[in-house]
């Protein structure tokens, strides 16, 4: 005995259709799981690279020009040096400095870093380069700081 199509339509129940819905849902749960984790891990990469560059910039800034400080000329970052001191720091991170600039009175250094970030959950989809900037000035003084 065969049922006409018309009367297979009107019995067909709703089974399943709650249980495509929920898997639906959870997929776009996880998806939004993935993206807030592996953004905030972007956030402390980037946090991390600002300290590193920050503290590269202080070593590179300690490297005093000693000969102009003898010959009176005044207290001024040896450049030459600076890059060399910056990198040998940050290598122990496993980095290295990307720019190195000075001020006009080369009393001011800033490092720029870059540093890859690899995200947890979403794979190649993420990665990115995240890049840190920090400066240092250089202060001399006994009983203060004097910048002049």
Same mark, same amino acid.
Not at 1 to 10: C, D, G, Q, T
Not at 13 to 27: E, H, K, P, T
Not at 140 to 146: C, F, R
């Given at each position: 005995?065969?049922?006409?199509?018309?009367?297979?339509?009107? &019995?067909?129940? @709703?089974?399943? %259709?709650? %249980?495509?819905?929920?898997?639906?849902?959870?997929?776009?749960?996880?998806?939004?799981?993935? /993206?807030?984790i592996?953004?905030?891990? &972007? /956030?402390?990469?980037?946090? &991390?690279?600002?300290?590193?560059?920050?503290?590269?910039?202080? !070593?590179?800034?300690?490297q005093?020009?000693?000969?102009?400080? /003898?010959?009176?000329?005044?207290?001024?970052?040896?450049?030459?040096?600076?890059?060399?001191?910056a @990198?040998?720091?940050? %290598?122990?991170?496993?980095?290295?400095?990307g720019?190195?600039?000075?001020?006009?009175?080369?009393? !001011?250094?800033?490092?720029?870093v870059?540093?890859?970030?690899?995200? !947890?959950?979403?794979?190649?989809?993420?990665?990115?380069? !995240?890049?840190?900037?920090?400066?240092?000035?250089l202060?001399?003084?006994?009983?203060?700081?004097?910048?002049?």
């Open positions: 005995m065969r049922v006409p199509f018309r009367a297979r339509l009107r &019995r067909r129940s @709703d089974r399943g %259709a709650v %249980a495509l819905f929920v898997a639906i849902c959870a997929a776009y749960v996880v998806l939004v799981i993935a /993206l807030v592996d953004a905030g891990g &972007r /956030l402390r990469v980037a946090e &991390r690279t600002d300290a590193y560059a920050q503290e590269a910039a202080r !070593v590179g800034g300690q005093l020009d000693q000969a102009a400080v /003898l010959q009176g000329k005044g207290f001024k970052i040896q450049q030459d040096y600076v890059r060399q001191a @990198d040998a720091y940050l %290598a122990l991170y496993g980095l290295r400095a720019e190195v600039e000075f001020s006009g009175d080369g009393k !001011v250094v800033t490092v720029t870059r540093a890859d970030f690899r995200p !947890v959950l979403l794979g190649s989809l993420g990665e990115r380069k !995240v890049t840190g900037k920090g400066s240092a000035t202060v001399h003084g006994v009983e203060k700081a004097e910048t002049d």
